[in-house]
Each structure stands twice: as structure tokens, then as C-alpha cells.
């Protein structure tokens, strides 16, 4: 699945970095995008998602996830799971995968710290 990105170039020190940054859209903008769409026949596609400052494939994906399901588009976030036992397990893979960045740090730290 794909993000729209935004790419920022920022100059630091003489040494160019790029940075992505993604967007993430509320169901409520997905949907008034539609709607747009709709409301403006005489549009093409391309310039809907222009005057939306959406990608041409973005807007053609909502379309089509709109028409899948019924005019509703899904949106997949963090609190939508299929049971509690799926939440619970996507928590615990959280708190594990913070565990052990924690236990690499100090890790690290104790081979630094341990060379003096």
C-alpha cells in the first residue's frame, strides 16, 4: 500500500538531507473528496486532485474503495482491530519492540562506558 509523501530537502552544513514526510487523510477528507469530484463534472480527474493537492492515483483509489464498499471508504488506523485479543497483541508488540530498543541503548552504553 502507498503513502502520498511529501519531500523536503533541508540544507544543513553544506550536506543535503531529504526527508519524507507522510500525510495521512481523516475518512471526513476522503469522503468531501469524492464529493468534490461528483460536484464538479466537467473536472477531469487530474485536475480534481490537483485543486485538492492530492495525487491523481490517490483520489482514483478513494473512488474505487468508495465504490467497493457500499459509499463508505474503510480507513485503517490504530483502533481499528478485529477483536480486543487483536488490540492486545498489536499492544504487546509495541511494548516489546520498545523493550528492546531500550535494552540496545543500554547495551550500547555499557560498551562505551565499559572501554574507559
Known amino acids: 500500500m502507498r503513502y502520498p509523501l511529501k519531500c523536503y530537502i533541508i540544507k544543513k552544513e553544506e550536506e543535503l538531507i531529504m526527508s519524507r514526510q507522510k500525510t495521512q487523510h ?12 461528483k460536484e464538479h463534472p466537467d473536472l477531469t480527474q487530474v485536475e480534481c486532485a490537483k485543486n485538492l493537492g492530492i495525487g491523481v492515483s490517490t483520489l482514483a483509489r478513494w473512488e474505487s474503495q468508495f465504490r467497493d464498499n457500499d459509499g463508505d471508504i474503510p480507513v485503517i488506523g490504530s483502533g481499528n482491530y478485529a477483536s480486543e485479543e487483536a488490540k492486545e497483541i498489536a499492544r504487546l508488540k509495541r511494548e516489546l ?18 572501554k574507559d
Open 26 to 37: 481523516t475518512k471526513q477528507f476522503k469522503l468531501d473528496a469524492i464529493n468534490y469530484r
Open 97 to 114: 519492540r520498545d523493550a528492546q530498543d531500550a535494552l540496545n541503548v543500554l547495551k550500547k552504553a555499557i560498551g562505551i562506558l565499559g
